[in-house]
T-cell receptor, first 112, second 114 residues
C-alpha cells in the first residue's frame, strides 16, 4: 500500500492563479481531510469528507474548494491564490476518524 | 474555538534521560486523544493513542486525566532518534460528525544529544 499520496510536493504560484492539490489514498478510508500548517501554529482543518459525495468546511475554508467523487481521491482547489495561502498542506485519511489519521507527505506551497 | 495547549520547549536532554510532555485541552466532551510525532519538514505520524487507563508502547507511556483535561507523554531511555516535535492531538467533531476534526497543539520540540 502506498498510503496517502500527495502531489505536487512543491509549488510556487503567482497571486491570483488557481491550482489543484491532489490527494489519493489506497486504504479504502472513508474519512479524508485537508490541513494547513503555518509557523508557530498548530495544523488547522480546511475541509473534510466522510465519504464519496460528502464534504464540509473545517476551521479555515475560505479560498479553498473540495470535492469527493470517489473514495480514493480528495483534491483541494485554490480558487485565486493569495500570499496568505503560503503554507504546508497535508492531506489525511482514516477509517472512522476515532482511531487516528494517516497523513500524506505534504505540499509546500508558496504564493508570490 | 477548541484548543490544545502544549509547552513548546525545546527540551534538550542527554541520551538515556527520561522526559515528560504535557498538554491540556479545552473541550471537556472530547473523546479521543493522540500523540503524533513530526520530524523536520515531514508529515505528522501517529505515535500512540491515549486511553483513560493509560497505555504503554515500549519506552513510551501516555496518560489521560479527564477530570483535569490533561494528557501526558513519558519517554524513557531517550534515543538520538527520538529528536522530533511531539504533537498533542484531540479528535473533535466538525459539524455534527464525530472524529472529523483533529485539533493540534503547536507541538513540543525534543532534542536528544549524545
Amino acid at each position: 500500500n502506498a498510503g496517502v499520496t500527495q502531489t505536487p510536493k512543491f509549488q510556487v504560484l503567482k497571486t491570483g492563479q488557481s491550482m489543484t492539490l491532489q490527494c489519493a489514498q489506497d486504504m479504502n478510508h472513508e474519512y479524508m481531510s485537508w490541513y494547513r500548517q503555518d509557523p508557530g501554529m498548530g495544523l488547522r482543518l480546511i475541509h473534510y469528507s466522510v465519504g464519496a459525495g460528502i464534504t464540509d468546511q473545517g476551521e479555515v475554508p475560505n479560498g479553498y474548494n473540495v470535492s469527493r467523487s470517489t473514495t480514493e481521491d480528495f483534491p483541494l482547489r485554490l480558487l485565486s491564490a493569495a500570499p496568505s495561502q503560503t503554507s504546508v498542506y497535508f492531506c489525511a485519511s482514516s477509517t472512522t476518524g476515532i482511531y487516528g489519521y494517516t497523513f500524506g507527505s505534504g505540499t509546500r506551497l508558496t504564493v508570490v | 474555538r477548541k484548543e490544545v495547549e502544549q509547552d513548546p520547549g525545546p527540551f534538550n536532554v542527554p541520551e538515556g534521560a527520561t522526559v515528560a510532555f504535557n498538554c491540556t485541552y479545552s473541550n471537556s466532551a472530547s473523546q479521543s486523544f493522540f500523540w503524533y510525532r513530526q520530524d523536520c519538514r515531514k508529515e505528522p505520524k501517529l505515535l500512540m493513542s491515549v486511553y483513560s487507563s493509560g497505555n504503554e508502547d515500549g519506552r513510551f507511556t501516555a496518560q489521560l486525566n479527564r477530570a483535569s483535561q490533561y494528557i501526558s507523554l513519558l519517554i524513557r531511555d531517550s534515543k538520538l532518534s527520538d529528536s522530533a516535535t511531539y504533537l498533542c492531538v484531540v479528535n473533535e467533531e466538525a459539524g455534527n460528525q464525530a472524529g472529523t476534526a483533529l485539533i493540534f497543539g503547536k507541538g513540543t520540540t525534543l532534542s536528544v544529544s549524545s
